[in-house]
DNA sequence: TTGATCAACTACAACGTTTTCGTGTTAATA
DNA sequence: TATTAACACGAAAACGTTGTAGTTGATCAA
């Protein structure tokens, strides 16, 4: 790459100070008009561009926020992003994205190559691995430092920070509500192994429904899907069930569409038999036979909520306390429950 | 934030020169073990870490390299990130995400955003509004000052910089001839707009395998869709034509994905009725039913290529001349184009 | 005793910018 | 004529780091 042009450059040649050049740039009137013409004539031609790095060691900022999220190839991470993304540029921030992909060992290293002074602020949704172990010794330095950290989705309570997370024990309700209310009995849910906090949220809400209908929660009902097996086999075993259930609630899209297709296969008719209804995560729901009905989750709103905090707390706007923001869920009802009509 | 800590005030602390505390923390043996070994404690107690904007300042080189995309709620950039994030994290880079939401605008102000000194080189896929309007200056600036800049997917040719493109026409050619070969023999496309490169280019397949199969290519059976308007009214226009396709070629996931919809709606049997095949851009494709034969498109490889492009043209590895790397596509088929068996 | 060698440090420039505090010249005022 | 004010510019520090080029004081050989 050619060299680029500095405020020095441009003071050799004219024979004047670097102070001459940058006042002239910033149309002080401490410099001749003509001197600040030839200057500002000269920089513009060269495409003179102040040199981020240096404004940023000066200003001792660097207008960054750093995300770290688990995977980016998946509907609500890239949902997020967006949202973090469209909040923190109307406020003059730029977003670097890390990815952790699941493991402990690189939410470290980027948590580590993110806070050395690159970013004011990072976002982070925890990794997998990072809660089976619940080591979260990494976020504990930066909050020792006072380093402004915003917790989404897959947060941790003992860590004194803002978060935003998904109400996820209302969606569970919201969705085992709705398949009551179509007249469901036996409900059996398709939820995640347990130190997956989302799925186990959303199985308290699940339950909650339930008690709340003068039902009891059948634990046989309940399928702790191990996303690193083979889904179909074990999705399949609800259909070893001696009653097969009436609805299906999964945690996911992909379970509710794995469970659908071979509900169908095995001659079920959705949703007179069996209704199903899942968590969206993408597009998939809309584009199944029927199309699924699925809880929604905002998570372009989580970004932007995520975002604020985040520059609030670098910023030093907003409250002092930590905020925990909910962001509630919401249902689109589609063929997969809907009867009648 | 607390106050980091930095050489400054190390060298405060022991009463020594900021040299001193540098040279100890890199082990120099122009230090004392004594003087060495305290500095080090000390470092290591309160978590020092270069500040990486000095360093950065100071090695004229960010290691960093910034990624302009139009939008990041999409399967295939979301894939193509993801490669391009982990042959940077290979090499040492991170990556800085900026989205042009399609806008010339936007595109044009993170280019200037990302080129005034916080990354060392860009990968760009240009944006539709950009595309429209062939006004490419802001790039042009960029390479007449050899700035590192790699292109995907949506290139434009008269730009002299490194390029990563999917093998569209053979797309297009390799659909299309799918068809033919399990006997369809009114392939209707529905392609976008012409100034989409990429539905141009597989229309360009398209023709090509009908002219080999002695076909001749109807424009009656090419339909442009439009993308801000209605996407079932426009797709449902193949059903009104006297006769109706014995197969629908999609360049896209969702438009293979309605076109079906509303096929099977009309009571047409896919594949008996009416083959559909789309290229892939999610998961759409796996769990329609039945679930579409795709054109497979490697955005994983595709970042990849870029990533590694782009990086051996900032560090001057690889060749001078510019390259134009081709990603070939593949096909899954499935049963909306399986016959038999 | 002189000179050399060596260990263990320090000073300083450089990266590019902004900003405060000079400083010299000219013109106006008392 | 002496003082002051306005004007137009420059010097230098600061942000945090690294590496080269000194600078000490001590030890040692001749």
Redesign the interface.
Known sequence: ??Q?ITLKIIAKEFDVSISTVSKALKNSNEISEEVREKIKAYADYY?Y??????L??RAQK?S?IGVIIP?????FF??V??GI?EHANKRGY??????SNESFEKEVSNI??L????VDGVIVSIARETQKKEDYSHFE?LLK????LVLFDRIVDSLKCDKVIIDDIGGGFKAANHLLEIGSKRIALLTTEDYVTVGALRKVGYRKAMLNAGLEVDEDYVFKINDTENLYAQIEKIFHLEKVPDAILAVNE?YA?IAM?LA?EKGYKIPEDIAVLGFTS???SK???PPLTAITQHGYLMGQQAAELLINRIEHTGPKEFQKEVISTGIKIRKSTYIGG
């Open positions: 790459m050619k680029k495409n561009k102040p040199n981020s790095l240096a940023q060691l660097t960054v995977e980016i190839v998946h509907h890239s949902t992003i967006d993304e730029n977003v670097m994205v890390c990815l580590s190559v806070t050395n002074g690159s330095m430092d006072d380093f402004p992909i569409a297709k169908i993408g597009l998939i584009f199944t036979s």
